[in-house]
């Protein structure tokens, strides 16, 4: 049997939160009974408001934080302790892209110095071969060679996060991380990157965790989405076919809420109200105080991920597969208008 480039095991992330100098200390659930598998050269979004635990989960993947339970195989090896020698090597095959590029790069440092710099900490190639290297990879990112002596003020912030992609790619990674990666730029600029994104991993067979709050973004580069809602997956499917056939009602309402060519903004139902605090998760289902269609049961009964079939998984105690949940009510229908709108 081959393994899994990642095998993420029911990983929980707890953070001690204290309410009061002399309070005990509460543990606040950020993320909570995760289990994810990607194989290489795959695709895998991860959506949900903020709050949901999408970021938490990125870290944990990566080994900056621990999991507070469960554990995370990369490559079929569990992964090494934060900062270890052998984590350092890992982590060259794994790269991250944050939401924010003036802030992943060093300011003082002009653009092909940043590049090159993993080449150079870890003696990769010759002084020759790690040149060639960033002019390959800039122009691969879509950046002319008169950009290499400049610093990251003097870029865009498109360019900006270019650069820092050609960097996340000169160690030639298995794996990348990108959280929110075009969240901070401009909207004109937003396709461009997401673009590029997905060009690269599929011309580089790199295989993808995407993070996002946009599940319209997420669906564009993921062949693969898990949903999650106050740090657990509430539905997991294939890209495609989650968007057109939401089942779980936080799903339906992410699909609803996201922009479409052809819809207009008051055809858009906007799904009401905030998460709940982690540290006062309701009880039952999570998402019960905002669920059009909650049911008694749901405030008590926390619902399991089970396996639908086709490639679903769903945590909703009245989903059975193939939109089985009734959203005949005057909020739920407005469910199966988007997943109509979506369908078409
Ligand atoms: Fe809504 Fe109940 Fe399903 Fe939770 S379990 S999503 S509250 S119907």
């Known amino acids: 049997m081959t393994r899994s480039l990642l095998d993420v095991r029911s990983i929980a992330r707890v953070y001690d939160m204290h309410h009061g100098m002399f309070a005990k200390a509460a543990g606040v659930r950020a993320v909570d009974d995760v289990s994810l598998l990607l194989e290489r050269g795959d695709t895998l979004g991860i959506v949900g408001e903020s709050g949901s635990g999408k970021s938490t989960t990125g870290r944990v993947v990566l080994g900056l934080e621990p999991p507070s339970a469960g554990e995370v195989l990369f490559d079929g090896r569990p992964m090494p302790r934060h900062g270890s020698p052998e984590w350092r090597k890992a982590r060259m095959r794994m790269q991250m892209i944050y939401q924010d590029p003036f802030g992943a790069l060093d300011r003082r440092m002009p653009v092909a110095a940043q590049v090159r710099?993993?080449?150079?900490?870890?003696?990769?190639?010759?002084?020759?071969?790690?040149?060639?290297?960033?002019?390959?990879?800039?122009?691969?990112?879509?950046?002319?060679?008169?950009?290499?002596?400049?610093?990251?003020?003097?870029?865009?912030?498109?360019?900006?996060?270019?650069?820092?992609?050609?960097?996340?790619?000169?160690?030639?990674?298995?794996?990348?991380?990108?959280?929110?990666?075009?969240?901070?730029?401009?909207?004109?600029?937003?396709?461009?990157?997401?673009?590029?994104?997905?060009?690269?991993?599929?011309?580089?067979?790199?295989?993808?965790?995407?993070?996002?709050?946009?599940?319209?973004?997420?669906?564009?580069?993921?062949?693969?989405?898990?949903?999650?809602?106050?740090?657990?997956?509430?539905?997991?499917?294939d890209a495609d076919d989650l968007f057109v056939r939401p089942e779980h009602p936080y799903t339906r309402a992410l699909v609803s809420a996201a922009p479409m060519p052809g819809r207009r903004m008051a055809d858009r139902d906007m799904l009401q109200g905030e998460p709940p605090n982690p540290a006062h998760r309701p009880s039952g289902c999570s998402f019960h105080p905002r669920c059009p269609v909650a049911l008694a049961?749901?405030?008590?009964?926390?619902?399991?991920?089970?396996?639908?079939?086709?490639?679903?998984?769903?945590?909703?105690?009245?989903?059975?597969?193939?939109?089985?949940?009734?959203?005949?009510?005057?909020?739920g229908s407005a469910a199966a208008r988007t997943m109509e709108g979506a369908a078409r």
């Open 117 to 237: 710099e993993p080449l150079d900490i870890h003696a990769i190639g010759t002084p020759a071969d790690r040149d060639a290297r960033v002019g390959e990879l800039l122009q691969a990112v879509g950046l002319s060679a008169s950009v290499t002596k400049r610093f990251p003020h003097e870029l865009s912030g498109g360019q900006r996060q270019r650069v820092v992609l050609a960097r996340a790619l000169i160690t030639r990674p298995d794996l990348l991380v990108c959280d929110e990666p075009v969240s901070a730029l401009d909207v004109s600029i937003q396709a461009q990157v997401v673009n590029l994104l997905s060009d690269l991993q599929a011309d580089l067979g790199i295989a993808m965790v995407f993070i996002s709050h946009d599940l319209r973004v997420v669906r564009q580069v993921s062949r693969r989405i898990a949903v999650m809602y106050l740090g657990r997956i509430v539905e997991e499917g």
């Open 297 to 331: 049961r749901c405030r008590t009964e926390m619902p399991a991920l089970a396996d639908l079939g086709g490639n679903r998984l769903v945590a909703c105690h009245l989903a059975t597969g193939a939109n089985s949940i009734d959203v005949a009510s005057p909020s």
